[in-house]
């Protein structure tokens, strides 16, 4: 099982969310919780950092780029880090393990076409988010809904 660290990153680089959860797709096993991420501790204390040292790469490849998806731009530390960019310069970051990707669809096509898709809908959730009157872009987004349906998305896509 793979486990992922999913951040959005605000406009002056901030962190507005993040989440952390394993796949569920593939083999139950006794010792693997699905949902709970698998990351060691040591790890878990620098995805923060992984994600925002991407950054600069997520902004280089912005232009380079007509998508917003942006896919694989970065590898550290056996992460693998995805990227998607919004109109507003807002930033979504998947940072997952390379070596616990035993799915039930252990082709790369189909892991990018769902990554792709788990994006886009995490956009239209941000989007509906940005609908909200006493929203601010830059803002932490706390809503407790937010949060469900982006862990129905994961358990859907990832």
Same mark, same amino acid.
């Given at each position: 099982?793979?486990?992922?660290?999913?951040?959005?990153?605000? =406009?002056?680089?901030?962190?507005?969310?993040?989440?952390? +959860?394993?796949? +569920?797709?593939?083999?139950?096993?006794?010792?693997?919780?699905?949902?709970?991420?698998?990351?060691?501790?040591?790890?878990?204390?620098?995805l923060p950092f992984i994600s925002h040292s991407s950054l600069d790469?997520?902004?280089?490849?912005?232009?380079?780029?007509?998508? +917003?998806?942006?896919?694989?731009?970065?590898?550290?530390?056996?992460?693998?880090?995805?990227?998607?960019? =919004?109109?507003?310069?807002?930033?979504?970051?998947?940072?997952?393990?390379?070596?616990?990707?035993?799915?039930?669809?252990?082709?790369?096509?189909?892991?990018?076409?769902?990554?792709?898709?788990?994006?886009?809908?995490?956009?239209?959730?941000? =989007?509906?988010?940005?609908?909200?009157?006493?929203?601010?872009?830059?803002?932490?987004?706390?809503?407790?809904? +937010?949060?469900?349906?982006?862990?129905?998305?994961?358990?859907?896509?990832?």
């Amino acid at each position: 099982m793979s486990s992922y660290y999913f951040a959005i990153i605000g =406009t002056r680089d901030n962190p507005v969310y993040e989440l952390e +959860f394993s796949s +569920f797709k593939g083999a139950p096993s006794s010792q693997v919780v699905p949902g709970v991420s698998q990351f060691s501790a040591s790890v878990k204390e620098i995805l923060p950092f992984i994600s925002h040292s991407s950054l600069d790469l997520i902004e280089d490849s912005q232009w380079t780029s007509n998508q +917003f998806y942006l896919g694989k731009i970065d590898s550290f530390y056996g992460l693998l880090v995805n990227a998607f960019i =919004t109109q507003g310069n807002i930033k979504f970051v998947l940072c997952f393990d390379a070596n616990g990707n035993t799915g039930p669809f252990p082709s790369s096509k189909n892991d990018d076409n769902s990554m792709k898709q788990f994006f886009s809908e995490a956009y239209d959730l941000y =989007t509906k988010c940005l609908l909200n009157p006493f929203y601010s872009v830059n803002d932490a987004i706390t809503s407790p809904d +937010f949060d469900m349906r982006l862990k129905s998305l994961a358990r859907k896509y990832l």
